[in-house]
């Protein structure tokens, strides 16, 4: 075990090896730290809307593409595609028609092994032409639409993993695997072609006509474009998720979020301002706090989306009852306010769902952050998981609030170590910024005296 005086040291070099990082970035990039996105310039009038007969024509889509690629731009989805082997044809068509801005959200070719490795995090666990790959894909696609659009958004992930006619002479079949995923409903489908009736733009052709089709359908619109001759379709399969809270209880995925309308599964976003809790009940005070510290965040020119979290899941607890969880969010649904359901009771863990996050606490909370007696009594493991906290890009607003001596306490009163400041973890909501008396606590002895 290393002494305190080792820890303090390997601390204090982490530190200043960070700091020499950032100031080595800004030396060479003066604008690393202010990234803008600047709208498009307009120049001259304004071009007149085309209409799908006219794309049709100019593009020389195939008959029905360009209604069809209408009609999914209308359906108020957002869409991100990954498709490697083939289905390109599909993200140029979905490019040309008029609307794609509003629609697609990102659409990526990742050809090389290596390049699609880096969109699944992963090997292909069935080679790279399966239905695990496309489904895989679509899945990695829906989290990138998730994080790339807004809340209340509807995104869908699009998965294709083709095995074309190529230079050499194929020995196995000619066909594609296309999977869609919405965060609930998951379909995917093999688009078997026969050999030597088209060459690669025909059969690249007729599986983005069937990439095509299913999207319409993810998107509940009628589908009306077909592959054509010698392109069968098979082994379609769906299944859906009809209740992701229970899904969540049982472990079987690790977030469902609750924004806008909608229901985010496994999707956790990145740059939160997150206010963790019990919210037993939610009142006032938390929905001050939150405002204040997207506030402060802003203050300091870092935009991020405002968000409550609740851990079902707690190590001494167990796993809350159902009955009460909903109890819980129906203030939650009732104010229209965005939260988020995780299994991550313990802050590593939340980082490593929500990188890049600032996480809003009270007093109370940040004073038990720094007592070596939440870590095993152990001080280097308090050191190594604030690092792993840092390396996550994660840290912390204070909060203020009445502690047990009737005393309003704040960040100042927290005995944060000199390291922690050193590595900004910390920082405090000013008190005339953020102050309001109650708590759950209180909230919850009065409802039983009035009962």
Request: some cysteine; hydrophobic content about 40%; glycine content about 8%.
């Amino acid at each position: 075990m290393l002494c305190a005086a080792a820890v303090r040291s390997t601390l204090s070099s982490y530190v200043a090896a960070r700091q020499a990082s950032r100031h080595a970035l800004s030396a060479a990039h003066p604008r690393c730290q202010h990234w803008h996105q600047h709208p498009r310039r307009q120049h001259g009038t304004a071009t007149p809307a085309m209409s799908t007969e006219h794309v049709q024509h100019e593009a020389r889509l195939p008959a029905g593409v360009a209604e069809q690629v209408g009609a999914i731009h209308a359906s108020g989805k957002k869409l991100c595609l990954f498709v490697t082997g083939g289905a390109a044809q599909a993200i140029s068509w979905l490019l040309c028609v008029p609307g794609a801005s509003s629609t697609i959200v990102d659409a990526q070719v990742p050809y090389s092994h290596d390049a699609l490795v880096k969109v699944l995090g992963t090997e292909p666990t069935d080679g790279f032409s399966s239905r695990a790959t496309a489904s895989a894909m679509a899945r990695a696609a829906y989290l990138r639409a998730v994080r790339l659009s807004q809340p209340g958004d509807a995104p869908i992930g699009v998965g294709a993993a083709c095995a074309l006619v190529s230079r050499d002479v194929k020995k196995g079949d000619h066909r594609a695997w296309i999977a869609t995923y919405d965060g609930r409903r998951s379909r995917s489908c093999r688009v078997q072609l026969q050999k030597g009736l088209r060459n690669r733009v025909g059969e690249d052709a007729a599986v983005s006509v069937q990439l095509l089709s299913m999207v319409a359908d993810a998107c509940n619109t009628p589908a009306a474009v077909a592959p054509g001759p010698g392109a069968e379709i098979l082994d379609a399969e769906e299944t859906t998720m009809s209740d992701p809270i229970a899904a969540l209880l049982s472990g079987g995925v690790s977030t469902v979020e609750l924004s806008g309308g909608q229901v985010y599964v496994d999707a956790p976003r990145e740059g939160l301002v997150l206010l963790p809790g019990s919210f037993n009940p939610l009142h006032q005070g938390h929905e001050e706090l939150l405002r204040a510290a997207e506030a402060a965040c802003a203050a300091r020119g870092a935009q991020r989306r405002p968000c409550f979290e609740i851990a079902v899941a707690n190590a001494d607890k167990g796993t809350i009852a159902r009955a009460d969880l909903e109890a819980r969010l129906e203030p939650f649904l009732d104010r229209g306010l965005p939260v988020v359901l995780t299994r991550a009771p313990l802050f590593t863990q939340k980082a490593a769902l929500f990188k890049n996050t600032t996480f809003v606490v009270g007093h109370d909370t940040a004073a038990r952050l720094v007592m070596t007696k939440y870590y095993r009594n152990s001080h280097e493991e308090m050191v190594r998981q604030f690092v792993e906290l840092d390396r996550a890009g994660c840290n912390f607003l204070v909060g203020g609030r009445v502690a047990g001596d009737d005393c309003f306490k704040t960040l100042d009163d927290v005995d944060v170590p000199s390291e922690f400041r050193a590595m900004r973890m910390f920082e405090g909501i000013p008190e005339d910024a953020f102050r309001v008396d109650i708590s759950s606590t209180e909230l919850r002895q009065q409802a039983e005296g009035d009962a």
